[in-house]
């Protein structure tokens, strides 16, 4: 698989390091509710399609990335750099 | 100042290696006697920090993806968004930086006993490199001047490509003689020489 890195530019995925589903939503800080927490820190949809992940590029530029990629054919149709993407940006 | 010992040490040995049959397919050597310092700039001061290394080197970059320059012992490239390796073969180098650079616009760190240079020039440059890093050497991907930030057998490695059949690598100094070995047996089968 190659992860078209914005800054590096396409780079085999041993250059990357997963860090997870990029579609969870923390839960409001203040919650005790032990099953929100649960369901933030276990709970995988495992989607076949299209899924949105963070990718770390650690062999390269060191930025975090958000991937775009379809679970069934491994094809990647966006990655965006995830500070533009907390900062309001789409990928 | 003394003088910096190479981390290649025996390992070094100048001379022809390798397959001569067909000449020689790479020439490799340590460049030494230089500063190298790395330079980040906080994401709102990247155009003033490039200003900035322009006024203190002479090589001045736009903000692109790993654009770089090269004059002489001189280099800068970028590998990171903003981030950059500021290179030259002057011990005031640091100094000069930290006299227009400061803590709000970018932080500095001085690498030089952190890395060594080792400079691969040759007509199999590319062939033999394209054995330790899993990117294209090539000129329309990899244009000459820019910087890259790579691996090699998962440890991390820069490179600069310096002319159309030159790339400068730095490689982390405590790695540098493994490294060195490595690059002779990847380069055996072309003939290289060690300057
Ligand atoms: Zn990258």
Redesign the pocket.
Same mark, same amino acid.
């Given at each position: 698989m190659i992860i078209k890195?914005?800054?590096?530019?396409p780079?085999d995925v041993i250059?990357f390091t997963y860090q997870g589903d990029a579609t969870r939503k923390r839960p409001e800080p203040l919650s005790n509710d032990p099953d929100v927490w649960n369901a933030y820190v276990y709970d995988r949809s495992n989607p076949s399609g299209l899924h949105r992940e963070f990718w770390l590029?650690s062999g390269?530029?060191?930025?975090h990335?958000v991937v775009t990629r379809d679970m069934t054919t491994h094809a990647i149709s966006s990655v965006a750099f995830a500070r533009d993407i907390a900062s309001g940006g789409q990928a | 100042m003394a003088e910096l010992q190479s981390p290649i040490g025996s390992a070094y040995v100048t001379g022809d290696h390798g397959n001569a049959a067909g000449g020689v397919g790479v020439t490799i050597r340590e460049r030494i006697g230089l500063s190298i310092i790395q330079i980040t700039a906080w994401s709102d001061t990247i155009p003033e920090v490039l200003t900035a290394i322009g006024s203190a080197t002479g090589l001045v970059l736009q903000n692109k993806p790993g654009l770089g320059r090269v004059a002489g012992e001189k280099s800068v490239f970028g590998f +990171?968004p903003g981030r950059y390796f500021v290179v030259a073969a002057t011990p005031e180098l640091e100094l000069r930086l930290r006299s227009v650079i400061s803590a709000d616009l970018a932080t500095i760190i001085d690498l030089t006993h952190g890395r060594t240079v080792i400079r691969v020039s040759g007509p199999d440059a590319e062939w033999v490199l394209s054995k330790l890093f899993a990117i294209d050497f090539s000129e329309h991907a990899f244009p000459i001047a820019y910087g890259r +930030?790579t691996l090699h057998h998962d440890i991390h490695a820069n490179i600069q490509h310096i002319d159309d059949e030159t790339f400068d690598l730095y490689v982390f100094r405590t790695f540098a003689r493994s490294f060195w070995k490595t690059l002779g047996h990847a380069a055996e089968e072309v003939g290289y020489k060690v300057e």
């Open positions: 890195c914005p800054y590096c530019g780079r250059e590029h390269g530029c060191r930025q990335l | +990171a +930030a």
